[in-house]
T-cell receptor
Framework: DARVTQTPRHKVTEMGQEVTMRCQPI?????VFWYRQTMMQGLELLAY????????DSGMPKDRFSAEMPDATLATLKIQPSEPRDSAVYFC?????????????FGPGTRLTVL | GENVEQHPSTLSVQEGDSAVIKCTYS??????FPWYKQELGKRPQLIID?????GEKKDQRIAVTLNKTAKHFSLHITETQPEDSAVYFC??????????????????FGTGTRLTIIP
């Protein structure tokens, strides 16, 4: 049963530090999404990629956040410098690109706490 | 962009009774509407979805209905059980780039409904 994996599962850091979160999409999936979940804002899309190219990153604060796909098996989300308001659970999701197929499969999330 | 509203935010139902959660969307071009279930501390998991060319879909105790004219869709859970307790999210496809590509566009999520089944 293929699953999206994310590392680390938990991260506690101090304000101003760089944070890197990693995601391994399901093999063969060419669309990768990054979501952020907070109590106040719910599930928000930060960015998504297709065939490693960014399609939309309008939900991401550009001054401190960056997302990349160095290769088809790895997506990264970086925050530099981190701030307490970035504390949230960050989910990666992947899906295949086939007409009539829209299912997104979520990873377990990275719970980030910025002190 | 797409806006999805979800109601109610919390719902308590006696075990065995039915639960209904409703969502409305704003973009008439949206054509895919999934429902996700998220248990405490876990990932969201797809439980059922519906496309705009279908009015209703059922999977055992779970059903989803879609009214394209009114731009709303609903999740129905019958014969509720304690394991149905979770947060449920509806979602809809955003405008995306469907003119150039197809499949797996970004989703806009509702704010979630915390469902509690009372034994």
């Amino acid at each position: 049963d293929a699953r999206v994996t994310q590392t680390p599962r938990h991260k506690v850091t101090e304000m101003g530090q760089e944070v890197t979160m990693r995601c391994q999409p399901i093999l063969g999936h060419n669309t990768v999404f990054w979501y952020r979940q907070t109590m106040m804002q719910g599930l928000e899309l930060l960015a998504y990629f297709r065939n490693r190219a960014p399609l939309d990153d309008s939900g991401m604060p550009k001054d401190r956040f960056s997302a990349e796909m160095p290769d088809a098996t790895l997506a990264t989300l970086k925050i530099q410098p981190s701030e307490p308001r970035d504390s949230a659970v960050y989910f990666c999701a992947s899906g295949p690109q086939r007409e009539g197929t829209d299912t997104q499969y979520f990873g377990p999330g990275t719970r980030l706490t910025v002190l | 962009g797409e806006n999805v509203e979800q109601h109610p935010s919390t719902l308590s139902v006696q075990e065995g009774d039915s639960a209904v959660i409703k969502c409305t969307y704003s973009d008439s071009a949206s054509n895919y509407f999934p429902w996700y279930k998220q248990e405490l501390g876990k990932r969201p998991q797809l439980i059922i979805d519906i496309r705009s060319n279908v009015g209703e879909k059922k999977d055992q105790r779970i059903a989803v209905t879609l009214n394209k004219t009114a731009k709303h869709f609903s999740l129905h859970i019958t014969e509720t059980q304690p394991e149905d307790s979770a947060v449920y999210f509806c979602a809809a496809t955003g405008p995306g780039t469907r003119a150039l590509t197809f499949g797996n566009e970004k989703l806009t999520f509702g704010t979630g409904t915390r469902l509690t089944i009372i034994p």
